[in-house]
């Protein structure tokens, strides 16, 4: 049986990566293939918890940089263990809603954990299972911003920070792109949904359809 592909979505909160991925799953299964959505923090029921002890601490409590590397990492080895890699020997397609690169960026962002402490960890972590493709959406701040204020919703303690925050990400998540290019993707996420979505599938199309299994028919 065909392996199934392994695509994550990166960027700062707003940016568009729940709707992109929405999109794709319409456009992968529409090409025949069979696709599975998950996110992290998260996926499995455990990860699911450490989701929430992360995002929503005790009233007043904050969780430093080096232990929510640590948390989101477990969460992240009980998501792969339990549900990427059974899907991609499946030959499922997963679509990943933020995955290692999100820790690589958030824990290490204004004096948080060294980049290199980091990759050790997701090289531990991750072992074989590394994205086929990760696209990132950028897009400046403040638009990504405005997109959060429009949407509205509950906040969390990621998206209280300040803008200096947000810059720093931003910049985190283009450095992720130009350290690993071949399996990184930019893509210019201030265009409309629609554009996003023909810019990611160009993406899919040049780098996963052509170099491993061909168009799909
Ligand atoms: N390309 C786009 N143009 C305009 N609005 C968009 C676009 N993409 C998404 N939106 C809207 O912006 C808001 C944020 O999008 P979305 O929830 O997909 O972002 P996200 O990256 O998943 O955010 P988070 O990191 O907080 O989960 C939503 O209201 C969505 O409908
Ligand atoms: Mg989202």
Known sequence: MTEGRFITLEGGEGTGKSTLLAALRGKLEAAGYSVVVTREPGGTELAETIRNLVLHPPEGQVWSSMAVALLMNAARTDHLEKMIRPAITAGTWVLCDRFADSTRVYQSVQKGVSVEVLKMLERSVLGDTRP????????????????????????????????????????????????????????????????????????????LFVEKQGAPS
């Open 132 to 207: 086929d493709l990760t696209l990132v959406l950028d897009a400046p701040v403040e638009l990504a911003a405005s997109r959060r204020a429009e949407r509205g919703g509950q906040v969390d303690a990621f998206e209280m920070r300040d803008q200096a925050f947000h810059e720093a990400v931003r910049q985190a998540f283009l450095d992720v792109a130009k350290d690993e290019p071949s399996r990184c993707a930019v893509l210019d996420a201030s265009r409309t949904a629609e554009d996003v979505a023909t810019q990611a599938w160009k993406a899919i199309e040049s780098r």
